[in-house]
């Protein structure tokens, strides 16, 4: 059973950067695709970035095409969210899920079926 955990979060400044780090324990995420979504208060979850399970394919959601970047590290079973150039807008919990189905995925919360707990990242001055 696949167990994820999401690292990394915090306070920063408009501008500045955080790299979060999604890893699971119970299992190899080398096998399935892997999101990244955000949840900031009163709004719907929404997915900020995919990638599939050979890293080929990666998708990012406009608003933070140029900035965000999703990569793995098998070696160490982690799955990593790069951001970059960080607004207000940013600021949300960040959740990493799992589609233990495919290996290739989309946006639609209701592809992935394991959720980390989330982390928390707010951006302000």
């Avoid at 600021?91 to 290739?104: D, M, N, P």
Wanted: aromatic letters at 10%.
């Amino acid at each position: 059973q696949l167990q994820l955990v999401e690292s990394g979060g915090g306070l920063v400044q408009p501008g500045e950067s955080l790299t979060l780090s999604c890893t699971s324990s119970g299992g190899s995420l080398e096998l399935y695709a892997v999101a990244w979504f955000r949840q900031a208060p009163g709004k719907d979850r929404e997915a900020v970035s995919t990638i599939s399970a050979t890293s080929a394919t990666t998708n990012y959601v406009d608003s933070v095409k140029g900035r965000f970047i999703i990569f793995r590290d098998y070696p160490k079973n982690t799955i990593y969210l790069a951001m970059n150039s960080l607004t207000s807008e940013d600021t949300g919990v960040y959740y990493c899920a799992v589609s233990s189905k495919s290996r290739l995925a989309g946006f639609g919360v209701h592809e992935y079926d394991h959720w980390g707990q989330g982390t928390q990242v707010t951006v302000s001055s």
